[in-house]
Each structure stands twice: as structure tokens, then as C-alpha cells.
């Protein structure tokens, strides 16, 4: 039996005593007495975390400010700095010279820095936008991969209150334009290019393109890291390398003390509506949930190597990357390449060469190493020693039982904790986790909230659930890591988290959500809005229609789907209806090629359908109203057994079978 199905049959995992015994939150009452603490004192308990594991230039006397709720304050008449807190804070703690960061690139070379080489190198950065006019507000657009200079660069924007926003380097040049413009950038940091899998990809003339696209008047400077130079085109005036700008600057600079509600970073992401949004997050807030969890969700240690296999163009890096490892000292990885390069063994071997002792990644890239551990001994966690793994992480979309189980036995040889993290961008940081030292583990299930954490599961009125019902996932008080606002959209911000229809008094996560009968651990049962996730990115459903159907030369209307897939969590599945006869055969699958390459341009890969199917119409109520339920079915290859009588052409349904 499963969790979500009862529990006299749950199988469940103990925490190792030998983990147990030394772990930051040590056994269950541990674990209690902590969720107490924030029940008898919720804004002591916030508060009393914040001082312990940042440095605050002014100390903050007011903890939470509630009166504009939902746009919620924190610490608001505290000033510190986030690269303060992550570099000069450890270097005083005698930390220096301890490495910050191995960098492991796509080859397999290896570049080592530590907090005081880290320190030199951000100062340097910073001290560089400096010289070109950027200060304290400014917004700077990183479109760069995985790399020291990428989280230098993320740092340096701190350092001098500049908002960094990073877009993933998988994003074309149409999506890059639109978050440059929305941001309104004064400046972009860029490499020559970017090298993944053996191939070198381009970055810099995206950057081009989307500055050519127009609407990025406020981009002033574009900044070029050399990764392996390429030969790129640089526009004077506007385009700098990066190593001439920093060369002759000093390695120190003072930092610039922000209000603890200074917005350090906006990251985009999918809505159920519209384009991605700006979600907009604190610096005393996020940093203090990004330390607090990272400290306790992974029990990170002063001797520890840890490694989080997330770019930093997603949430996932820019907290367990870029600033929670780094805010509590420790040694982690930064990995430029891709799991299966030079083969499926190369997570293995890395954890093996660098000893490293926690390990964060996501489902999809687990159930994809399984089939080719399963198909190739040579490349089997099994052929490596992965001896000094103690912890083992999972992020971005539920693992399901069987990967869970493998990745257990097999990477973490059946000692070390998995902790399953459910968080969102929006969330800034764990949200509901096990934690390795205290929570009894479930395959299958995030276990229980983050201590101070108020999840909870509702009905449509907001009205508690019983445990075993599903049913709307909320979390019921603000707290400090959580998104400020979505970038010059305050109402969309309300709309989208703090609905009226919803009495606009908790935050809705999106998800949807059951506790367990007995225990009250939580599964989450997925979106239950028209979000995709496909392999762990967020996507939009809406945001590929619109690509779609701004192929105006070939498309009338489109409507997208997820469907379940083995190895990527869901797949894009994409019905269309083309402004010329339906194709069917070759033609179909050119059509269908054409469209997916469309998408790519528009969007990024990571938005491509898997599989387009093509129509003479869509299944319409006789209101015109698409019925999306029909095409989730078609698009499973289910047989139809829901009710069809509003539908107006039922004939449709047959054409967009499986048609290929
Ligand atoms: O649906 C949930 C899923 O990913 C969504 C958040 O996506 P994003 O903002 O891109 O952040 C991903 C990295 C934190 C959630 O609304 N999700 C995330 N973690 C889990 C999950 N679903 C199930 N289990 C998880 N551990």
C-alpha cells in the first residue's frame, strides 16, 4: 500500500542511528520541539535563526510586518549584504583558505577556489559594474552556464545591490529579450559560449539576437566571459570582455548595506497564464531560509562536500548553489556539463574523485542514469566507489516510488537518507522535507513541513481536509524566504497566491496534495493549474500555445497537455489545427519537425512538444470551449470514458488519436 492509499502497509526507512545521533536536528523530538517553538513564538523563532546565521551590519528590531498583507515584510530595518554573509563572514570565522568551490568543467578539468580567492574574484566583478555606472537597484541579466565566474558574477551583483537576474542558458533569444526587457537591464553577463556534452553552444550572439529583437533601450554594457574562445562579433561601445573590465580592479570593495527587503534576485517562471513571471525575492529573508535549510535539510557540516546537480539559471541553483552552501562556509561542486557525458557514469565518478558526502539532484535524471546503468555495467553506480556519500536529494517533481528505491540502494547503498524537497521558485527554499537526522522516510512522500512552516491541505473554501483526503496545498503564515512580489505586476502577484475566491488569506502553492491517514506525511499529487512539469522545468501550457499559434503562416490554434512520461515526469503533447488541409504521414512528421524547431526558437529545447498531433478542429462544447480533459486522454492514449454529450464534433476525437 502506498502513502497516499493509507498506512498499515508504509514502508518506511529509520534515519542510520550513527546519522542520527550527530545530526543538526537530532530524532523526531527534536524535529517536534523545533515545529513547537515556532507554534509558541513564530516571529522569536524566525528571528532567533536570522541573528545566529547571518551578519547583520544594522540589526533588525521589527521581525514581521503584516500591515500590507499579502505583500508580507521582514527583518525590514535590518541592513546587511548577501556576499558579505557568504564570503567575508566566513573568511572572519578563519574559513579563507578553505576551497569554496571545486569546478569540475565538461572535460573534466578541474578548478579549485577558495573563500578568499572567491572573495577577490566578486570584489573584482563588482568593482567592475561599479566603473560602468551600475549601482544599488540596477538590474543585471547573467545569461551564462554553469561556472565560477557565473556565481562570481551573481555575488558581485550583490555585493553592490544590484538585483541579479539569471536566465537559463537553454532559453532562445526571444525568451532571453523578453526577460531582459521586462526586467529592464542596464547590463548583461554573458560567455563567448557555453560547452555541454562534448559541444560548444552558443551564448553570446543570443545575446545578439535578443538585443536585435528591440525593446532593451536600457541595456547599456553587455560583459563577455571568455570560456573557450570562440569567435564572436562585439559591438563597440556596448560589448566589454570581462577580463578587461576586471583586470586592473582592486580586489577589495566595500559592500553596499541594503534593507533586509532589498530585492536580490528575479528569476522567471511558468504561470498558468501569460508570459513567465518576474518572481521577486528578499536578501535577509531568502538568505536566512536558503542557510537555515540548507544547514538542516542536508545537515551540511564543516567537512563536507556538497553538490547540488541544479543550473544556476534555476531557483534550485541560485539557493543551494550560490547561496546557501556558500552563507554557511561550506565546500561544494559546480558542474558545467551533463550527466551522460563522456557517459551515463559521470555523476558517479564525480561524487567518487571528489568524495563528495551530499548529493542533490532531480527524478529525471535519476530514472534516466537507471536505464543506462541497467543497460551498461561499466556505467552502474556499482563499478564506483561512492563510499562517501551520506546524504541523497531530490528536487523539482515527485520521485516516484521504484527511483526512489534505486537510488537508495544502489547510489546511497542503502545508508544514506533521501530527503524528497518540496519547494517552488516562489517559495525561495524547502518547504516540506524530511531531514536526514529525524524524519522516519517513505518513498514517495516530502514527509512533513520545514520546521516554522505552515503547510497545510484545504478544500476549495479553505477549510482544513481530513488526513487521507486530497486537496489544495497551502501554506497558512508568511514566512521569510517567501516571493516579495512578481516584478511590476503587484495584482497578478495577489491573483496568483493570494486569490480573493480563496479569501485571499493563505498562500496557494498550485499543488495539489494528500497526508497520509495515519502519519500525515504529504504527497504531492501534482499542478492543479495548467502547469507542465517535464523534467523538472516549469513550463507554461499557455506560454507553448501562444508559441505555437504565433507560427502564423502554418497555425490556426493549438491546445497543450501533459501527459505522463517514464523518464522526464511529463511530456509536452501538442494538438493542432494547421490553416491547410490536415497532413497525415511524412508530411505530418515535417510539419510536426518544423513546428518543434518553432518552439525552440520561441521559447527554448527544454519547451519542445514531444508529440504533435494534427486536426481538423478541437474537441469543442458546442460554447466553443476547448475540453482539455478529452485531450488529456487522447493525449495518453487513453480510451474515452468521460461524459461527451457537450461536445460538439465527436468525430475530432478519432483524428487526434494517436495518429502516427
Ligand atoms: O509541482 C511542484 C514541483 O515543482 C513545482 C515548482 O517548480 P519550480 O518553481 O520550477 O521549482 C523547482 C525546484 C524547487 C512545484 O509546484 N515540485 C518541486 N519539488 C517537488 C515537486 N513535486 C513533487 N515533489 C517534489 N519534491
Same mark, same amino acid.
Given at each position: @500500500?502506498?502513502?497516499?492509499?493509507?498506512?498499515?502497509?508504509?514502508?518506511?526507512?529509520?534515519?542510520?542511528?550513527?546519522?542520527?545521533?550527530?545530526?543538526?536536528?537530532?530524532?523526531?523530538?527534536?524535529?517536534?520541539?523545533?515545529?513547537?517553538?515556532?507554534?509558541?513564538?513564530?516571529?522569536?523563532?524566525?528571528?532567533?535563526?536570522?541573528?545566529?546565521?547571518?551578519?547583520?551590519?544594522?540589526?533588525?528590531?521589527?521581525?514581521?510586518?503584516?500591515?500590507?498583507?499579502?505583500?508580507?515584510?521582514?527583518?525590514?530595518?535590518?541592513?546587511?549584504?548577501?556576499?558579505?554573509?557568504?564570503?567575508?563572514?566566513?573568511?572572519?570565522?578563519?574559513?579563507?583558505?578553505?576551497?569554496?568551490? *571545486?569546478?569540475?568543467?565538461?572535460?573534466?578539468? +578541474?578548478?579549485?577556489?577558495?573563500?578568499?580567492?572567491?572573495?577577490?574574484?566578486?570584489?573584482?566583478?563588482?568593482?567592475?559594474?561599479?566603473?560602468?555606472?551600475?549601482?544599488?537597484?540596477?538590474?543585471? +541579466?547573467?545569461? %551564462?552556464?554553469?561556472?565560477?565566474?557565473?556565481?562570481?558574477?551573481?555575488?558581485?551583483?550583490?555585493?553592490?545591490?544590484?538585483?541579479?537576474?539569471?536566465?537559463?542558458?537553454?532559453?532562445?533569444?526571444?525568451? #532571453?529579450?523578453?526577460?531582459?526587457? =521586462?526586467?529592464?537591464?542596464?547590463?548583461?553577463?554573458?560567455?563567448?559560449?557555453?560547452?555541454?556534452?562534448?559541444?560548444?553552444?552558443?551564448?553570446?550572439?543570443?545575446?545578439?539576437?535578443?538585443?536585435?529583437? !528591440?525593446?532593451? =533601450?536600457?541595456?547599456?554594457? +553587455?560583459? &563577455?566571459?571568455?570560456?573557450?574562445?570562440?569567435?564572436?562579433?562585439?559591438?563597440?561601445?556596448?560589448?566589454?570582455? @570581462?577580463?578587461?573590465?576586471?583586470?586592473?580592479?582592486?580586489?577589495?570593495?566595500?559592500?553596499?548595506?541594503?534593507?533586509?527587503?532589498?530585492? #536580490?534576485?528575479?528569476?522567471?517562471?511558468?504561470?498558468?497564464?501569460?508570459?513567465?513571471?518576474?518572481?521577486?525575492?528578499?536578501?535577509?529573508?531568502?538568505?536566512?531560509?536558503?542557510?537555515?535549510?540548507?544547514?538542516?535539510?542536508?545537515?551540511?557540516?564543516?567537512?563536507?562536500?556538497?553538490?547540488?546537480?541544479?543550473?544556476?539559471?534555476? +531557483?534550485? !541553483?541560485?539557493?543551494?548553489?550560490?547561496?546557501?552552501?556558500?552563507?554557511?562556509?561550506?565546500?561544494?561542486?559546480?558542474?558545467?556539463?551533463?550527466?551522460?557525458?563522456?557517459?551515463?557514469?559521470?555523476?558517479?565518478?564525480?561524487?567518487?574523485?571528489?568524495?563528495?558526502? *551530499?548529493?542533490?539532484?532531480?527524478?529525471?535524471?535519476?530514472?534516466?542514469?537507471?536505464?543506462?546503468?541497467?543497460?551498461?555495467?561499466?556505467?552502474?553506480?556499482?563499478?564506483?566507489?561512492?563510499?562517501?556519500?551520506?546524504?541523497?536529494?531530490?528536487?523539482?517533481?515527485?520521485?516516484?516510488?521504484?527511483?526512489?528505491?534505486?537510488?537508495?540502494?544502489?547510489?546511497?547503498?542503502?545508508?544514506?537518507?533521501?530527503?524528497?524537497?518540496?519547494?517552488?521558485?516562489?517559495?525561495?527554499?524547502? @518547504?516540506?522535507?524530511?531531514?536526514?537526522?529525524?524524519?522516519?522516510?517513505?518513498?514517495?512522500?516530502?514527509?512533513?513541513?520545514?520546521?516554522? *512552516?505552515?503547510?497545510?491541505? &484545504?478544500?476549495?473554501?479553505?477549510?482544513?481536509?481530513?488526513?487521507?483526503?486530497?486537496?489544495? #496545498?497551502?501554506?497558512?503564515?508568511?514566512?521569510?524566504?517567501?516571493?516579495?512580489? %512578481?516584478?511590476?505586476?503587484?495584482?497578478?502577484?495577489?491573483?496568483?497566491?493570494?486569490?480573493?475566491?480563496?479569501?485571499?488569506?493563505?498562500?496557494?502553492?498550485?499543488?495539489?496534495?494528500?497526508?497520509?491517514?495515519?502519519?500525515?506525511?504529504?504527497?504531492?499529487?501534482?499542478?492543479?493549474?495548467?502547469?507542465?512539469?517535464?523534467?523538472?522545468?516549469?513550463?507554461?501550457? @499557455?506560454?507553448?500555445?501562444?508559441?505555437?499559434?504565433?507560427?502564423?503562416?502554418?497555425?490556426?490554434?493549438?491546445?497543450?497537455?501533459?501527459?505522463?512520461?517514464?523518464?522526464?515526469?511529463?511530456?509536452?503533447?501538442?494538438?493542432?489545427?494547421?490553416?491547410?488541409?490536415?497532413?497525415?504521414?511524412?508530411?505530418?512528421?515535417?510539419?510536426?519537425?518544423?513546428?518543434?524547431?518553432?518552439?525552440?526558437?520561441?521559447?527554448?529545447?527544454?519547451?519542445?512538444?514531444?508529440?504533435?498531433?494534427?486536426?481538423?478542429?478541437?474537441?469543442?462544447?458546442?460554447?466553443?470551449?476547448?475540453?482539455?480533459?478529452?485531450?488529456?486522454?487522447?493525449?495518453?492514449?487513453?480510451?474515452?470514458?468521460?461524459?461527451?454529450?457537450?461536445?460538439?464534433?465527436?468525430? %475530432?476525437?478519432?483524428?487526434?488519436?494517436?495518429?502516427?
Amino acid at each position: @500500500m502506498s502513502a497516499t492509499e493509507g498506512s498499515t502497509e508504509l514502508k518506511i526507512y529509520q534515519p542510520p542511528a550513527a546519522l542520527a545521533g550527530s545530526a543538526h536536528v537530532s530524532g523526531m523530538a527534536a524535529y517536534e520541539a523545533m515545529c513547537q517553538a515556532a507554534e509558541a513564538d513564530y516571529e522569536g523563532f524566525w528571528a532567533g535563526h536570522a541573528r545566529e546565521l547571518l551578519s547583520w551590519k544594522t540589526p533588525f528590531t521589527k521581525v514581521l510586518n503584516e500591515s500590507e498583507a499579502p505583500f508580507f515584510k521582514w527583518f525590514e530595518d535590518g541592513t546587511l549584504n548577501a556576499s558579505y554573509n557568504c564570503l567575508d563572514r566566513n573568511i572572519e570565522r578563519g574559513l579563507g583558505d578553505k576551497t569554496a568551490i *571545486i569546478f569540475e568543467a565538461d572535460g573534466g578539468e +578541474v578548478t579549485k577556489v577558495t573563500y578568499k580567492e572567491l572573495l577577490a574574484k566578486t570584489c573584482q566583478i563588482a568593482n567592475g559594474l561599479k566603473s560602468l555606472g551600475i549601482k544599488k537597484g540596477d538590474r543585471v +541579466v547573467i545569461y %551564462i552556464a554553469m561556472s565560477i565566474d557565473g556565481v562570481a558574477a551573481m555575488q558581485a551583483c550583490a555585493r553592490i545591490g544590484a538585483t541579479h537576474s539569471v536566465v537559463f542558458g537553454g532559453f532562445s533569444a526571444q525568451s #532571453l529579450r523578453d526577460r531582459i526587457e =521586462d526586467t529592464g537591464a542596464v547590463a548583461v553577463i554573458t560567455a563567448d559560449n557555453q560547452v555541454r556534452g562534448g559541444k560548444q553552444l552558443p551564448l553570446k550572439s543570443i545575446v545578439d539576437e535578443a538585443l536585435a529583437l !528591440g525593446g532593451c =533601450d536600457s541595456v547599456k554594457n +553587455v560583459l &563577455v566571459v571568455k570560456r573557450s574562445g570562440a569567435a564572436i562579433a562585439m559591438t563597440a561601445g556596448r560589448d566589454l570582455w @570581462m577580463a578587461d573590465v576586471v583586470a586592473s580592479q582592486p580586489t577589495s570593495c566595500e559592500p553596499e548595506w541594503v534593507s533586509a527587503e532589498h530585492p #536580490l534576485f528575479l528569476l522567471y517562471t511558468s504561470g498558468s497564464t501569460g508570459k513567465p513571471k518576474g518572481v521577486q525575492h528578499s536578501t535577509g529573508g531568502y538568505l536566512l531560509h536558503a542557510a537555515l535549510t540548507t544547514k538542516l535539510t542536508f545537515d551540511l557540516k564543516a567537512d563536507d562536500v556538497f553538490w547540488c546537480t541544479a543550473d544556476i539559471g534555476w +531557483v534550485t !541553483g541560485h539557493t543551494y548553489i550560490t547561496y546557501g552552501p556558500l552563507a554557511l562556509g561550506g565546500t561544494e561542486i559546480v558542474f558545467e556539463g551533463v550527466p551522460t557525458y563522456p557517459d551515463a557514469g559521470r555523476f558517479w565518478k564525480m561524487i567518487q574523485d571528489h568524495k563528495v558526502s *551530499i548529493f542533490y539532484t532531480a527524478p529525471t535524471a535519476i530514472r534516466s542514469l537507471i536505464k543506462a546503468a541497467e543497460a551498461n555495467d561499466a556505467v552502474h553506480p556499482k563499478s564506483y566507489n561512492l563510499s562517501s556519500l551520506r546524504i541523497l536529494g531530490s528536487v523539482g517533481e515527485p520521485i516516484n516510488p521504484a527511483a526512489w528505491e534505486w537510488y537508495h540502494q544502489h547510489v546511497g547503498g542503502g545508508r544514506c537518507p533521501i530527503v524528497d524537497t518540496f519547494w517552488q521558485t516562489e517559495t525561495g527554499g524547502h @518547504m516540506i522535507t524530511p531531514l536526514p537526522g529525524a524524519t522516519p522516510l517513505v518513498p514517495g512522500s516530502c514527509t512533513l513541513p520545514f520546521p516554522g *512552516i505552515q503547510a497545510a491541505v &484545504v478544500d476549495e473554501t479553505g477549510k482544513d481536509v481530513p488526513w487521507g483526503q486530497g486537496g489544495i #496545498l497551502v501554506v497558512k503564515k508568511p514566512w521569510p524566504s517567501m516571493i516579495r512580489t %512578481i516584478w511590476g505586476d503587484p495584482e497578478r502577484f495577489k491573483k496568483s497566491y493570494y486569490p480573493e475566491d480563496f479569501k485571499g488569506k493563505y498562500y496557494l502553492a498550485g499543488d495539489g496534495a494528500i497526508r497520509d491517514a495515519k502519519t500525515g506525511y504529504f504527497t504531492i499529487t501534482g499542478r492543479i493549474d495548467d502547469v507542465l512539469n517535464v523534467s523538472g522545468h516549469r513550463m507554461g501550457t @499557455m506560454e507553448i500555445e501562444s508559441a505555437l499559434v504565433s507560427c502564423t503562416e502554418l497555425v490556426a490554434e493549438a491546445a497543450v497537455v501533459g501527459r505522463p512520461d517514464d523518464t522526464t515526469g511529463e511530456a509536452i503533447c501538442a494538438f493542432v489545427v494547421l490553416k491547410r488541409p490536415r497532413p497525415t504521414g511524412d508530411e505530418a512528421k515535417a510539419i510536426a519537425k518544423q513546428l518543434r524547431d518553432w518552439v525552440g526558437k520561441e521559447i527554448g529545447p527544454i519547451a519542445k512538444p514531444k508529440d504533435i498531433r494534427f486536426g481538423d478542429n478541437l474537441p469543442k462544447t458546442r460554447s466553443g470551449k476547448i475540453m482539455r480533459r478529452l485531450l488529456r486522454s487522447l493525449a495518453k492514449n487513453e480510451a474515452i470514458t468521460q461524459d461527451t454529450s457537450t461536445l460538439e464534433n465527436p468525430a %475530432i476525437l478519432e483524428q487526434l488519436g494517436d495518429n502516427h
